[in-house]
C-alpha cells in the first residue's frame, strides 16, 4: 500500500524554524517530483514548495521564498521542508504529496498530484 507520512510539525514562536520530513513507502518515489501544500483554518489547499525528481530543481510560493527549504534525502524516497523565520500566518497543516507521472520538474498545481500524506500541523504564535 502507497503511504506517505510526515513528521517534525509542532508549536513554534514567530522568528523560530522547523523541520518537516515525508517519508514514502509503498512504492518507489525516486523518480517522481515531490511537493508540499498547506491548508490554513478557513482557507483553501495551497501550494507551498516543490522538487524535481531528481532534487535538481526547486520551486516556492512567493509567500515562503528566501525563509523555506525543500530538500530530498534517502536515496530521493525522502523529503524535507526546512522552515526558517517562520511566521503566524505560516500557521496550517502541511501536507507532502508525489507528483502521478515520473522524471517531472516541480509542480505547483494539486491536480499534478495523486499520492498525498495526512498532514502535519504547524502552528506558530505571535
Known amino acids: 500500500q502507497v503511504q506517505l507520512v510526515e513528521s517534525g510539525g509542532g508549536l513554534v514562536q514567530a522568528g523560530g524554524s522547523l523541520r518537516l520530513s515525508c517519508a514514502a513507502s509503498g512504492r518507489t518515489f525516486s523518480t517522481y517530483a515531490m511537493g508540499w501544500f498547506r491548508q490554513a483554518p478557513g482557507k483553501e489547499r495551497e501550494f507551498v514548495a516543490a522538487i524535481s525528481w531528481n532534487g535538481v530543481t526547486t520551486s516556492y510560493a512567493d509567500s515562503v521564498k528566501g525563509r523555506f527549504t525543500i530538500s530530498r534525502g534517502n536515496a530521493r524516497i525522502t523529503e524535507n521542508l526546512q522552515m526558517d523565520s517562520l511566521k503566524p500566518e505560516d500557521t496550517a497543516v502541511y501536507y507532502c504529496?508525489?507528483?502521478?507521472?515520473?522524471?517531472?520538474?516541480?509542480?505547483?498545481?494539486?491536480?499534478?498530484?495523486?499520492?498525498w500524506g495526512q498532514g502535519t500541523q504547524v502552528t506558530v504564535s505571535s
Open positions: 504529496a508525489v507528483v502521478r507521472y515520473r522524471f517531472s520538474g516541480p509542480k505547483d498545481r494539486e491536480d499534478e498530484y495523486d499520492t
